[in-house]
């Protein structure tokens, strides 16, 4: 695998997610981010040059110096592939370093991360539950699924 800090949009859409075997560093992370528009971060030299350095309000009414779009994130097949076999890794290594079993079911939370979840699930080859009502309330009946 070519180095990702070097790599342009095209070369990153292009990654095959089986040839990543190892943990990406979080630059890596951050690189195939920004490259495709999901990162956004604060430009604090902005104000050192007499530029407005603007900065994000969140839904929750505080300010970030940064933030992931996971829409945009996600939305390429190969880089949600790429994204939950990360997780994956992880998962296998915390539950193995734990001494505690993979867990039977993964949850995605329907404001972004439902196909990511659906991608974990079918990696570790466990259940996916989605049941959020309409309305965001948990279905009672994850007790029985999951």
Not at 57 to 75: C, M, N, P, T, W
Not at 89 to 105: K, Q
Not at 121 to 132: D, N, P, T
């Amino acid at each position: 695998m070519e180095d990702i800090m070097k790599m342009r949009r095209e070369e990153i859409l292009a990654l095959n997610p089986d040839s990543i075997t190892r943990l990406l560093t979080g630059e890596e992370l951050f690189h195939i981010a920004k490259v495709l528009g999901a990162l956004w971060q604060y430009d604090y030299r902005a104000a050192d040059e007499g530029r407005y350095g603007l900065h994000a309000e969140l839904k929750s009414g505080k300010h970030s110096d940064g933030f992931f779009v996971s829409r945009i994130l996600l939305a390429e097949p190969n880089i949600l592939e790429i994204i939950a076999n990360q997780l994956a890794i992880i998962a296998r290594a915390e539950t193995t370093s734990y001494g505690v079993p993979l867990p039977d079911c993964i949850v995605g939370i329907p404001t972004g991360a439902t196909t990511l979840g659906e991608k974990l699930a079918e990696i570790l080859g466990v259940l996916m539950w989605s049941g959020l009502s309409r309305h965001g309330i948990w279905d009672n009946q994850m007790e029985r699924v999951c």
